[in-house]
C-alpha cells in the first residue's frame, strides 16, 4: 500500500491551460504539505494543511490553490501555467502536535513532474 | 536569511570509500536536524534525525551524523559506501517551534562499481 500517493506522476501541458495534482495518504496523519523542486533539486515548501485548514502559505503566485476536502487529501491546481512552471512537485504528510511536527518527520509522495510547453 | 547550506553538489566515490556530506544551518537557538535521501525515480525518505541528546545520531543503512552546536553543522558520514547508496542527499532543518521543514539543496552521491 502506497503511504502517500501522487496522480499524476507525470505532466505535460502547454502554457496557459490549467491543470491539477492530486494527493492521498493513508496515514491518519492531520497535515499535508505540498513542495516544489525545482531543475537544481532545490525543495521548497508551498503550502500545509493542518485538518483541512491552511497553516502554511508561503509565497507563491496565486494561480496556485491548494484544496483539501478532508485530511486525507491535498490537491493542488494550477492555473494560467507557466514556463517557470516547470517542477516535480511533491506531496508529504505529517502528524502535528501543536505547532510541532511528530518526531518531525514528513512522509513524500513520489512526486508529479509538470512540463510546461 | 537563515538557511541551511549543503556546500557539495555532486560527489563521486568509488565502492568502499568513506563518506562525508557536509551541512551547515543558520538559524540560532534549538533545532531539530535531519537527513532525507531521494534514489533515483523514488520519493524522499528519512534516513535519521536529530532532536536532542547524544550528538551522534545513527540511522538506516549504515549512516550516521553528528551535530556539532559551535560549527552550526549536522554532517553526514558512512565509513564504507556501496553502489546502491548512489542517491540525492538532503538535509532539513526544523528551527525552534517553527512549523515547516527548511530543506538544504540537496547533494548527489555517484558510488561507481
Known amino acids: 500500500d502506497t503511504a502517500v500517493s501522487q496522480t499524476p506522476k507525470y505532466l505535460v501541458t502547454q502554457m496557459g491551460n490549467d491543470k491539477s495534482i492530486k494527493c492521498e495518504q493513508n496515514?491518519?496523519?492531520?497535515?499535508m504539505y505540498w513542495y516544489k523542486q525545482d531543475s537544481k533539486k532545490f525543495l521548497k515548501i508551498m503550502f500545509s494543511y493542518n485538518n483541512k485548514e491552511l497553516i502554511i502559505n508561503e509565497t507563491v503566485p496565486n494561480r496556485f490553490s491548494p484544496k483539501s476536502p478532508d485530511k486525507a487529501h491535498l490537491n493542488l491546481h494550477i492555473n494560467s501555467l507557466e514556463l517557470g512552471d516547470s517542477a516535480v512537485y511533491f506531496c508529504?504528510?505529517?502528524?502535528?502536535?501543536?505547532?510541532?511536527?511528530?518526531?518531525?518527520?514528513?512522509?513524500f509522495g513520489e512526486g508529479s513532474r509538470l512540463t510546461v510547453l | 536569511a537563515q538557511s541551511v547550506s549543503q556546500h557539495n553538489h555532486h560527489v563521486i566515490l568509488s565502492e568502499a570509500a568513506s563518506l562525508e556530506l557536509g551541512c551547515n544551518y543558520s538559524y540560532g537557538g534549538t533545532v531539530n536536524l535531519f537527513w532525507y535521501v531521494q534514489y533515483p525515480g523514488q520519493h524522499l525518505q528519512l534516513l535519521l534525525k536529530y532532536f536532542s541528546g547524544d550528538p551522534l545520531v545513527k540511522g538506516i543503512k549504515g549512516f550516521e551524523a553528528e551535530f556539532i552546536k559551535s560549527k552550526f553543522s549536522f554532517n553526514l558520514r558512512k565509513p564504507s559506501v556501496q553502489w546502491s547508496d548512489t542517491a540525492e542527499y538532503f538535509c532539513?532543518?526544523?528551527?525552534?517551534?517553527?512549523?515547516?521543514?527548511?530543506f538544504g539543496s540537496g547533494t548527489q552521491l555517484t558510488v561507481l562499481p
Open positions: 508529504a504528510s505529517s502528524l502535528r502536535a501543536g505547532t510541532i511536527i511528530v518526531a518531525g518527520e514528513l512522509f
Open positions: 532539513a532543518v526544523i528551527p525552534g517551534s517553527a512549523r515547516q521543514l527548511t
Open positions: 496515514l491518519g496523519h492531520d497535515t
